[in-house]
């Protein structure tokens, strides 16, 4: 069993910025990919990005291309979502997920352990 504990949500103003970060638990973390996805109120959970399990494998969703970057920190069973120039439209609750066969990838329905979400607020 993994347990993911996503942190550092909150409200923002537009331009400004916030890092995620998600803990997980288990041993094993090394091996997983690892993504981050978001649900706005009323709509389907999408792709925001996904990473690797060494961390040299990254993924975007393009409309935060540029703006968001994904890294990991096996050691410290972390992976992180850096979020710079926030826009009103990224305002979502953000989840990080495991796949624990190891495949980055944008389907939520591969992902096998999810955390709870952290709200992302970003006001114009």
């Known amino acids: 069993q993994v347990q993911l504990v996503e942190s550092g949500g909150g409200l923002v103003q537009a331009g400004g910025s916030l890092r995620l970060s998600c803990a997980a638990s288990?041993?094993?973390?090394?091996?997983?990919?690892m993504g981050w996805f978001r649900q706005a109120p009323g709509k389907e959970r999408e792709f925001v990005a996904a990473?690797?399990?060494?961390?040299?494998?990254?993924y975007y969703t393009d409309s935060v291309k540029g703006r968001f970057t994904i890294s990991r920190d096996n050691a410290k069973n972390t992976v992180y979502l850096q979020m710079n120039s926030l826009k009103p439209e990224d305002t979502a609750v953000y989840y990080c997920?495991?796949?624990?066969?190891?495949?980055?990838?944008?389907?939520?329905?591969?992902?096998?352990?999810w955390g709870q979400g952290t709200q992302v607020t970003v006001s114009s």
């Open positions: 997920a495991a796949d624990v066969a190891g495949i980055p990838n944008n389907n939520r329905y591969e992902y096998d352990y």
């Open positions: 288990g041993r094993t973390f090394s091996s997983y990919a």
């Open positions: 990473i690797n399990w060494s961390g040299d494998k990254l």
